[in-house]
Structure formats: C-alpha cells, structure tokens
C-alpha cells in the first residue's frame, strides 16, 4: 500500500532506541528523509548507522527535545539538510516516576515540562510549514495510561500530565485541521522496549520471578498473548503519518494487544 509520504521529511525526537527507532527505521522504508533527534550521541550515531545500512536516507541531531532550545536546534537541523519536517514524532521521556505521596513538586513541574509544555513548543515549531504547504502529520506516542491510569505502577505525575497533553493534542487538532494538519496520539501497552525490560526487571526480581517469567504470566491474559514491538507500534505511526489517513485527527490509537478493559 503506498503510504503517500515518499519525499517527506520526518523528524523523529527519541528516535535512537526502541519505538522511536522503530518509527525511524518505518519512515525510512517508506521513503522519508528521516531525521532522528535524541541526547545521547553514541547512540544517535548507532541508530543513524542502522537506518542507513537499511538504504535510509537519515541524519541525527544531539538535542534535548524536552526543552524549547534543543527543539528548535532539531528543527533547524533538519531543516538545513533536508528541509522543514513535514512530519513530527513527538516521543519524549515522560520525567521522573513515583506515587503521589513520595514525589514533590520538582517532579510533577518536569512531568507538565515533559508532556505538555515540550509538545507545545514542538507544535509550534513545525506548524509554519506545515501550515504553509497545507499538509502535515503530528503524532504523539503516549500510552495507554490516557484511558486508564496505572495503578500498579507507581506514575502519579505521568497519570495527571500524559492526560493534560492529550487534552491539548484534542484543541490543536481542532484549530489545524482546517490546514490540513492532523494531530493524533498513539497509546502504547506492553512494547518490548530496552526502557521497558529495565523496569520490568525490577519488578520482576521485587516478585521472585525472572523478567522472562514475568513476561509470560503478565501477556497470558491478553487476547493477543504476546508482547508488542517497536515495529507494531511503527506501523500505526506510518499510517497515521500517511496521506490514507488524512481523515483521522484528534484521535488516541492504543496499541496493546487488546489488554485495556475499557470501551472508550
């Protein structure tokens, strides 16, 4: 199926490991000038390498795509080598964990930063192109935590903020769609990520279970019984991202191999 997008510029923030990689690596397939955005060099660069050697046309930038500076630096940079991202992946580290009665302010202040504030200013750098050429996709990849807030683990911050940036995605869609801009987010579940294995390692250990065993009894219950990849979550992003998909805004997609018991 052609996706419509060969040609277009992608700009991909946490594009060097895991489900930003996998978008990455998708884009590239499919024809985009790809840009992978990330803050650890020796990474970007194993991550360039690999989307290259696939036959990408890709480059990578050393930003921090949590802040205001590190994403305009990203922006610039593709926009010198390739040109304005036609399209965005919004994918940034969520900020510091914990329950609500261990953390403090500092934390729930980096989780608003994180989650809103940074795709406020990520938006507002890639619209006036978009806008100018009436077309261009933003995707956000979130989690499923949007339809159901975790409750074992310990997300307070993230629960309360991951929500706040979906409201906003919900108000742009409506203000940019009448541009040709579409705005949508991506709920993961259970994607077998590095970040996820560290985590799920210590819980695993806190149980007395192996991360492999642990695996298994939690995926047992999903109606697809497995866990999810980077590539599952890349494939949505692509079409969403795509010219089939221009009639698809303001939406959250969740990718979780059916687990959450919810209807809406």
């Not at 192109?129 to 990849?141: A, D, F, K, N, Y």
């Amino acid at each position: 199926m052609d996706l419509g997008i060969s040609g277009k510029v992608a700009l991909v923030f946490g594009g060097s490991k895991g489900i930003g990689l996998g978008c990455a690596h998708e884009f590239a397939r499919e024809g985009c000038k790809t840009v992978i955005a990330a803050r650890t060099q020796a990474t970007i660069d194993d991550a360039v390498a690999e989307v290259a050697a696939a036959g990408g046309a890709v480059i990578g930038i050393s930003a921090d795509c949590t802040s205001k500076e590190g994403i305009a630096k990203a922006v610039q940079v593709s926009t010198d080598a390739f040109g304005p991202p036609d399209i965005l992946i919004f994918n940034v580290d969520s900020g510091p964990k914990g329950s609500f009665l261990e953390v403090d302010d500092d934390t729930f202040a980096a989780a608003n930063n994180n989650n809103v504030m940074a795709f406020r200013w990520a938006v507002q750098a890639v619209v006036p192109h978009m806008r100018e050429q009436s077309w261009g996709r933003i995707l956000t990849i979130g989690t499923n935590s949007v339809k159901a807030p975790h409750r074992k683990l310990a997300r307070a911050a993230q629960n309360t903020y991951r929500v706040g940036a979906l409201a906003l995605s919900k108000t742009i869609s409506a203000e940019l769609g009448p541009m040709g801009i579409t705005v949508n987010t991506l709920g993961t579940g259970a994607i077998a990520t590095p970040q996820f294995r560290e985590v799920f390692t210590r819980i695993a250990a806190a149980q007395g279970q192996t991360y492999d065993e642990h695996i298994a009894e939690r995926t047992s219950g999903y109606p697809v019984p497995r866990m999810g990849t980077p590539e599952d979550m890349a494939a949505a992003a692509a079409f969403l991202c795509s010219d089939r998909a221009g009639f698809i805004t303001g939406q959250v997609l969740v990718i979780d191999g059916g687990n959450l018991e919810v209807l809406q």
